[in-house]
């Protein structure tokens, strides 16, 4: 088995979730004249790729050092739903798995796409990243409960719509700009559609269950559209951990990664190595015809 990284590059320039402190860093000791280097982090739990905790949003749920290793490696499925999202969209179930096989107990990694606008790539554009992207609704939350859905990832800012949560009183032009989408798409606005008994829904509703869930997953995930995999999540041993930032990888037999790497040989790279999907159109055309 080969390990194929899903997890975005972390630094002081990673963008934590809106509010949240960023990674900072500093040396306390040198080469010279303390004979190592030696770092001091501080930092939120929610910068780049990590884990939500149950107690994130359900006091009496598990922290995170209390999740198995059976729960955080599983198999799963990786979809690719950026052929039908746009800006403040809403995806569902039956586009899910319309792309592909999603199995009861499965880890389930959903890509809008919108991790192309991550702070690594190219196409770096971080108000679109963290506040446009496409998020779930209730009948998506139903799904995953019926699923029994062990986590989701996703490769953008959060698990739920950017438009039920926080974000939308914080940005009141985008939120203007969803409105106007909702209405002209669904014929509601953004208001009856997320209604405040809606309010992160993939976050009340399922942490509770024990369905928690990844954000900012990247990496090469652009190499596994609409594939199954191994799927694994390593955050720290984290004892009355809320959330944790995490390793996420996928594990695929040795001969499917040698294709999977000569697909990258061809492919445009982020300046950290990662594929750079939205320069590769030809990725998600093949994706599409699995």
Known sequence: MKLIDLTIPFGIATPPWPTYEPLQLK???????????????????????HLDGEIHFYTPGKDIASLSLDFLVHEGAVVDLSDCTTDYDIYTSKQVEERVEVREGDIL???????????DQPTANEVRY??????PDVEFVEWAKAKKLRWIGVDCGSADHPMNT??????????????????????????????????QMMHTRLFSQGIIHAECVA????????????IGCFPWRFVD??????????????????????????????????????????????????
């Open 241 to 290: 951990g809320e959330s944790s930032i995490s390793r996420i990888v996928a594990m695929v037999e040795d001969g499917r990664y040698e294709e999977l790497m000569k697909k990258k040989a061809m492919a445009s790279l982020t300046r950290f190595g990662d594929v750079a999907g939205a320069r590769n159109p030809w990725i998600h055309e093949q994706a599409r015809k699995k």
């Open 219 to 230: 990496g090469d995930i652009d190499l596994l559209l609409n594939q199954r995999a191994i």
């Open 166 to 199: 926080i974000i939308r009183n914080w940005m009141p032009v985008q939120a203007k700009e969803a409105d106007a989408f909702f209405r002209q798409k669904f014929g509601v606005s953004l208001e009856e559609r997320f209604s405040p008994d809606k309010y």
């Open 27 to 49: 040396y306390f000791k040198r080469l010279a004249p303390n004979g190592a280097n030696g770092q001091l982090l501080t930092t939120s739990n929610h910068v780049g790729t």
């Open 130 to 135: 963290m506040v446009q992207h496409p998020g």
């Open 109 to 119: 990694i959903i890509h809008t796409g919108f991790h192309h606008y991550g702070w």
